[in-house]
């Protein structure tokens, strides 16, 4: 699976839009782009998926430019309970392995 | 409510205990999954099945077992071969088909006295 690079940590003002970019300059055609996110001590979030084109459902937008060597994830209005790690993550699943390798992902701070 | 329910949430065992960690899923997903993340690291895989009774080594595999008789049920047993099993550990499910993407459950927090 291609390797992903994140920046450790953002900011983002409440009620703003938070952009996390993801930089995925090896990515392979077969390859989706996941967004996860993790609050302490809970379980990863699913949020969104995608091939090539951008796509949107009620969490997030994501984002893939075109040479899909990068992506940006979009929480449009962010909130305090957005304050999490979100990983951006390459994965071939339909090689048969289905596994997700997660790094160390960006920690974004929502602040009032 | 559909979703991934592992249990406990803590738990305690002395050194040289085996323990068994549960995962029951209810999202009728064919592929289940055992993570394993340390303080400040990412998740790494353990054990993966896309079927039931057929499963398959992750990453670090050693020390561990599971087992996979129905398909809402993926239970992994931390054996006393494991050298330093006090960890958070994570369970997946997903479709298993295409790129369907895995949901987690809320996790086991494991320490070992």
């Known amino acids: 699976d291609a390797k992903t690079t994140q920046p450790p940590s953002m900011d983002c003002a409440e009620g703003r839009a938070a952009n996390l970019p993801c930089n995925h300059s090896?990515?392979?055609?077969?390859?989706?782009v996941y967004w996860y996110r993790q609050i302490h001590s809970q379980g990863p979030q699913y949020i969104i998926h995608g091939l090539k084109n951008n796509e949107t459902n009620e969490m997030a937008s994501l984002i893939i430019t075109e040479d899909r060597k990068s992506s940006t994830l979009i929480l449009p209005h962010a909130t305090l309970r957005d304050t999490a790690v979100y990983y951006c993550?390459?994965?071939?699943?339909?090689?048969?392995?289905?596994?997700?390798?997660f790094g160390k992902g960006t920690k974004l701070s929502v602040i009032p | 409510d559909g979703g991934i329910t592992q249990s406990p949430k803590y738990l305690f065992r002395k050194e040289g205990q085996n323990v068994t960690l549960s995962c029951e899923q209810n999202?009728?997903?064919?592929?289940m999954y055992w993570y394993r993340q340390d303080p400040g690291q990412g998740l790494r895989l353990i054990y993966y099945s896309q079927i039931v009774n057929d499963f398959q080594k992750g990453d670090i595999a050693e020390g561990y077992s599971v087992s996979r008789e129905k398909k809402e049920s993926f239970p992994l047993t931390v054996t006393s071969a494991q050298k330093n099993p006090t960890a958070f550990y994570l369970c997946?499910?997903?479709?298993?088909?295409?790129?369907?993407?895995?949901?987690f459950g809320d996790g086991t927090r494991l320490s070992i006295l």
């Open positions: 090896t990515i392979s055609g077969n390859e989706y």
């Open positions: 997946a499910s997903s479709m298993g088909q295409g790129y369907q993407p895995q949901h």
């Open positions: 999202l009728n997903h064919d592929a």
């Open positions: 993550i390459v994965s071939n699943s339909g090689a048969g392995s289905y596994q997700l390798t």
